[in-house]
């Protein structure tokens, strides 16, 4: 958002980008109770388009992004030293002629800069707001606060079988705030509780967790970082990986494999009818008796008015078989939240949204 606000600052429109394309390379580290040192850093880059040039004013697109990303990993990486810790490479061209001209065309109607869908669903069952509790609550800032040896890069895996949820939870532990193995069991036992804690402020069902599954105490081989992130030495990463727009990732739901971050707020229908396709699920289900399930899939072609897509898609779990009086009913949410496509730029622009 900080190129959109850029954009708006000095010529009073958010031009033409898609800086959507990021590869995290995994650097190297060595973790030890109570320390440990990153041997290579981290390395992210950066790749999209963007407007570079507009009215004979150059914009500086690559100091603008890189500056976003490093406030991003200083905000939300309490562990990382964004100086010794990260490299950010900036590979963001320029956009097309044809797309730059499909942007410029719409005037005051916006219209989608590429072909694309949003999907989503409501309301969430039982396993999803537990799983979603759950990850909340470990990377809150209170919980960071009681406890900084729990690091960021927390993974949760939900299965319900009848009235039981197990959950299977990934829990970087940084090494600076943990003293030996004993400390380490002792605080991985904690994090176990917060995780079952919140579980429950979401869900009757009985629920139990397993943290850090691949630990083998007896060996002293357990997730101990650096960082407080697997990226460190670990693991990669790609966007559009993760999860949705809806917090979590979610196969047996409605989904697509668009990455809502880095779109353009604008123009973009993948990142806004990701949003609108859950808005309108929300409603639907919350607003109309007897709905128990509803989810929604939005589709543009490129070129469209993003208020007025090609096809909105509503598929109900209902008490009773759909109605003339319902179906008027879910068409009115429709057309209201379309009509919000201006408020919810704004909102995305003043970073009031979740985007993952």
């Avoid at 959950?167 to 940084?174: D, E, G, M, P, R």
């Avoid at 949705?244 to 009818?273: D, S, W």
């Avoid at 808005?279 to 543009?300: F, K, N, P, Q, Y």
């Avoid at 879910?330 to 949204?353: C, F, M, P, T, Y």
Wanted: charged residues 25%.
């Amino acid at each position: 958002m900080r190129l959109c606000r850029y954009y708006l600052d000095h010529f009073g429109a958010i031009l033409h980008h898609n800086v959507d394309k990021i590869l995290l390379c995994g650097g190297a580290a060595r973790p030890a109770f109570g320390g440990g040192e990153v041997l290579e850093p981290i390395e992210v880059y950066l790749a999209g388009r963007a407007t570079h040039e507009h009215r004979g004013t150059r914009i500086p697109v690559h100091d603008i992004a890189i500056a976003a990303c490093r406030d991003w990993l200083r905000t939300h990486l309490g562990a990382v030293d964004v100086n010794r810790h990260a490299r950010i490479v900036s590979r963001l061209g320029p956009g097309s002629t044809d797309l730059t001209r499909i942007f410029a065309s719409g005037g005051d109607r916006a219209l989608a800069n590429d072909t694309s869908c949003g999907a989503g669903f409501a309301p969430l069952t039982d396993l999803e707001k537990a799983v979603l509790a759950v990850e909340r609550a470990l990377n809150s800032r209170d919980t960071k606060r009681a406890h900084p040896e729990i690091g960021e890069d927390i993974k949760v895996m939900g299965v319900r079988h009848e009235r039981r949820i197990h959950l299977t939870i990934s829990c970087a532990f940084v090494g600076r705030f943990v003293s030996d193995l004993d400390d380490y069991t002792r605080k991985s036992a904690a994090a176990r509780a917060l995780a079952v804690a919140a579980a429950h402020t979401a869900t009757t069902l009985d629920v139990d967790a397993t943290i850090n599954a691949a630990d083998d105490l007896d060996r002293g081989h357990v997730f101990l970082t650096v960082t407080g992130t697997s990226a460190e030495a670990g693991d990669d990463g790609e966007v559009g990986r993760g999860n949705r727009t809806c917090g979590l990732i979610t196969p047996y739901r409605v989904m697509t494999l668009e990455a809502a971050a880095g779109k353009n707020p604008a123009t973009h229908v993948g990142k806004l009818y990701s949003l609108l396709a859950g808005r309108i699920a929300s409603s639907v289900a919350t607003e109309l008796h007897g709905i128990e399930d509803a989810s929604c899939v939005m589709v543009s072609p490129i070129g469209r008015p993003v208020d007025d897509p090609q096809l909105v898609d509503i598929r109900l779990v209902a008490d009773d078989a759909l109605s003339g009086a319902l179906r008027a009913a879910v068409a009115d949410i429709v057309r209201s939240k379309l009509g919000q496509v201006g408020a919810l730029r704004e909102d995305l622009l003043a970073e009031r949204l979740t985007l993952y």
